[in-house]
């Protein structure tokens, strides 16, 4: 079936830092998206992608959707505390409306 | 913005008993929700997807018999646990797609269930 890998599997940061993480997969994708998932609540949408090339930002965070369709990255600039989470991509095949999720990568700023 | 809530947030049963975890569109139609599940420190698996007014299509390796879907209307979901056992126990997230488009599914806020 359909695979998203993730990485880095966690990450423990300093206030300030940026961060990157990123999603490959060996099958084509026609959306990319990141969620953040902060713990006992379900995901919320941070950045959502649809072409290849694309590169989105939202605030501090910006993303992009890989030429070849079967990767994307998240960078968080300045990270604060309240960046503190677990970060999902999600990708969706050509006629499907259901999500495929990343394994999620815990992101952890000390302040 | 658009919300969808779960009810119960959580809830524990004892092995054997069914549950019942609902899904509702508070303020969109959604003729399509989806319902995951996710074990601690892992991703969202989806298992089914739910279509109103008709049969749910289930994602290979999840009993059909055993989590029980049904989409009685334009905004609501529902799932049933049947014959509950410990190794159910898992955060059950669903998520809608506004009939009307134009944006990404929303979730709700995920069920903890607990079977002892």
């Known amino acids: 079936g359909q695979q998203l890998n993730q990485s880095p599997q966690s990450m423990f940061i300093q206030e300030g830092e940026d961060v990157s993480m990123n999603c490959t997969s060996s099958?084509?994708?026609?959306?990319w998206l990141w969620y953040k998932q902060d713990p006992g609540e379900g995901p919320v949408l941070l950045i959502a992608?649809?072409?290849?090339?694309e590169l989105t930002s939202n605030g501090r965070l910006t993303a992009q959707f890989g030429i070849t369709r079967k990767d994307s990255f998240l960078n968080i600039s300045a990270s604060i505390p309240s960046d503190v989470g677990i970060y999902f991509c999600?990708?969706?095949?050509?006629?499907?409306?259901?999500?495929?999720f990343g394994s999620g990568t815990r992101l952890q700023v000390q302040p | 913005g658009a919300v969808v809530s779960q009810h119960p947030s959580w809830v524990i049963c004892k092995s054997g008993t069914s549950v019942k975890i609902e899904c509702r569109s508070l303020d969109f139609q959604a003729t399509t929700m989806f319902w995951y599940r996710q074990f601690p420190k892992q991703s969202l698996m989806l298992m089914a997807t739910?279509?109103?007014?008709?049969?749910?299509?289930?994602e290979q390796g999840v009993e059909k018999d055993k989590f029980l879907i049904n989409h009685a209307s334009l905004t609501l979901s529902t799932l049933t646990v049947t014959s509950a056992h410990p190794e159910d126990s898992s955060f059950y997230i669903c998520s809608a797609y506004p009939v009307a488009g134009g944006t990404e599914a929303f979730f709700g806020q995920g069920t903890r269930l607990t079977v002892v």
């Open positions: 099958s084509i994708f026609n959306t």
């Open positions: 992608l649809y072409k290849a090339g």
């Open positions: 739910s279509n109103e007014g008709s049969k749910a299509t289930y």
């Open positions: 999600a990708a969706r095949a050509t006629g499907r409306r259901a999500l495929t």
